[in-house]
């Protein structure tokens, strides 16, 4: 799954080489937490929220077929802790 999201997002950003997908497991399932640069947030959310909400429903798409539960969440790079 992870593999799948980093494909998706250097499909369409500005900085590929900046992308990351980081993968945890939680009681609720598979936590996605992607990190993207600065420059690329407004394009990974796009308008109106657009481009995340379809990222998502290509992830829970592939998470129906596989049988798992899996939250995406989006973060900018410099928000790590």
Do not use: C, H, W
């Not at 499909?11 to 399932?29: H, M, Y």
């Not at 998502?56 to 939250?71: E, M, P, Q, S």
């Not at 995406?72 to 410099?78: K, P, Q, T, V």
Request: charged residues 30%; glycine residues 4%; proline residues 2%.
């Amino acid at each position: 799954m992870k593999a799948f999201v980093e494909y998706l997002l250097t499909q369409f950003v500005s900085k590929p080489d900046e992308v990351r997908v980081e993968e945890s497991t939680n009681d609720f399932g598979l936590k996605l937490t992607v990190y993207v640069s600065p420059d690329d947030m407004g394009i990974v959310i796009g308008k109106e929220g657009k481009n995340i909400r379809s990222l998502r429903n290509l992830v829970k798409a592939k998470a129906i077929k596989d049988d798992i539960r899996v939250n995406l969440e989006l973060a900018e790079i410099n928000a790590q802790i």
